[in-house]
């Protein structure tokens, strides 16, 4: 079997049952590894070879890049070697080991710099920032979240993920707040689309223009923490530094796991899970926190404007 075979089946596989982001990685490996190996079949890449490419990522690039190809290079032996595919019976890549990485502890930016750089922002880009904070959605979550989602009678919103092993679409309601109530409200309106956030694109597959949901919007973060004079940050902190709000203003650690629809939390009570007061009450202090820095934000621009 040629190794190109292979790659394709697998991508086609991750396609299917993983996150668009897990698909958009390995896609972004797969190019490197087909300069690498194009032309050669699966027994013709040999461990040795394999390791001599992973040291050239650690030394060219870093551990974490290296350790994550590997990982991905094993999985797509794996897929090969275990049933219904079984199309043979040696993973060239076992035996070789994952370099140490110092783990680094996960920057969370103050409130108020999440606050400035959601002010720094406008219209449709500042709602979209509005949803992953007062959700604490991962931006895979939002970037496909869809009108039959939003249910503005009972004030929730369902949040959809892959991130469970079987690869299954699960589901978690989140309290609506009064703030992000008045933010869906607002994305309503002249939306004829099934989704809440969409965008207009050329697509290579068709051929023609389509309106869709986003894929990445890992941009906007550098315009506009560099607009809001911050340190950089990306859209991951946005949803644990609500979480860290909520710990502050002491709401229960179980209580922020099921909101965040973390993986340590027992399946079933995560997506079959009605929130009811506790949850309520802890997103509305979040909703409120998030209140009381923007009014102070917009007090200090407005101030520094007179000024100028």
Excluded at 135 to 142: C, L, V, W, Y
Excluded at 163 to 183: A, D, S, Y
Aim: hydrophobic share 35%; charged share 30%.
């Amino acid at each position: 079997m040629a190794f190109s075979t292979l790659l394709n089946n697998r991508l086609d596989f991750i396609q299917a049952y993983r996150t668009p982001k897990h698909y958009e990685d390995n896609v972004y490996m797969a190019k490197r590894w087909i300069k690498q190996w194009d032309g050669k079949t699966i027994h013709q890449i040999k461990p040795v070879m394999i390791s001599k490419y992973i040291i050239k990522l650690r030394k060219s690039i870093s551990a974490y890049t290296a350790n994550k190809e590997l990982g991905a290079l094993r999985a797509l032996y794996n897929y090969g070697i275990k049933p219904p595919n079984r199309w043979f019976f040696d993973n060239p890549t076992d035996g070789i080991e994952f370099f140490s990485i110092e783990k680094k502890a996960k920057y969370v930016p103050p409130i108020d710099d999440v606050i400035r750089v959601i002010m720094a922002s406008e219209g449709e880009v500042q709602d979209y920032l509005w949803a992953i904070a007062l959700t604490m959605g991962r931006m895979s979550e939002i970037n496909h979240m869809e009108w039959k989602d939003v249910d503005f009678a009972n004030t929730t919103v369902t949040l959809y993920s892959r991130k469970n092993k079987g690869g299954h679409f699960v589901g978690r309601k989140i309290p609506m707040t009064k703030k992000l109530k008045e933010v869906l409200k607002r994305r309503l309106k002249g939306n004829n689309t099934p989704w809440v956030f969409h965008h207009t694109y050329y697509s290579r597959k068709v051929k023609e223009w389509v309106t869709g949901p986003y894929a990445s919007r890992k941009r906007i973060m550098t315009t506009l923490c560099k607009k809001a004079g911050v340190k950089y940050f990306r859209f991951h902190p946005l949803r644990h530094f609500g979480a860290s709000v909520l710990l502050k203003e002491g709401v229960d650690r179980k209580t922020i796991q099921e909101l965040l629809g973390h993986a340590n939390i027992k399946t079933t009570d995560i997506y079959l899970h009605s929130f009811e007061g506790s949850d309520n009450k802890a997103m509305n202090h979040l909703d409120s926190t998030l209140n009381q820095f923007e009014k102070v934000v917009k007090f200090e621009k407005r101030k520094t404007s007179a000024q100028d």
